[in-house]
C-alpha cells in the first residue's frame, strides 16, 4: 500500500492549500478515504473523512474551511484548505479510516503545512 501526500507549504494566515494523496496497492474505491494531521507534540487526529459514496464529516475546528474530495478514476483523495490558521500547521496524511481505527496498516508519507506570518 502506498500513500503518498503533496501540496503542502507555508501559507499565511487566511490563506488557502489543496492537498493531494495518490493511493496504490488496495482498490481505491470501495475504501473510504480520510485526511489526517499531527502538529509537533500532539495525537494525529482525522480532519476530513469520505465514504466510498462521497458522503463527507468534518470535526467542528476545520468544518466550513476545509474540503475533501475523491477521484476514483486517479485513485487519488483531495483536500482543500481555506482560511488557513495557524493551529492548523502541522503534517498530514492520508489513509483509510477503517484501516486506522483497526490499528491496522501504515502511514505513508505526510506533508507539511506552516501557517505563519
Known amino acids: 500500500v502506498q500513500l503518498q501526500a503533496s501540496g503542502g507549504g507555508l501559507v499565511q494566515p487566511g490563506g488557502s492549500l489543496r492537498l493531494s494523496c495518490a493511493t496504490s496497492g488496495f482498490i481505491f474505491n470501495v475504501n473510504h478515504m480520510g485526511w489526517y494531521r499531527q502538529a509537533p507534540g500532539k495525537q494525529r487526529e482525522l480532519v476530513a473523512a469520505i465514504t466510498v459514496g462521497g458522503m463527507t464529516n468534518y470535526p467542528d475546528s476545520v468544518g466550513g474551511r476545509f474540503t475533501i474530495s475523491r477521484d476514483n478514476a486517479k485513485n487519488t483523495v483531495y483536500l482543500q484548505m481555506n482560511s488557513l490558521k495557524p493551529e492548523d500547521t502541522a503534517v498530514y496524511y492520508c489513509?483509510?479510516?477503517?484501516?486506522?481505527?483497526?490499528?491496522?496498516?501504515?502511514w505513508g508519507q505526510g506533508t507539511q503545512v506552516t501557517v505563519s506570518s
Open positions: 489513509n483509510r479510516p477503517v484501516v486506522v481505527a483497526q490499528g491496522l496498516g501504515s
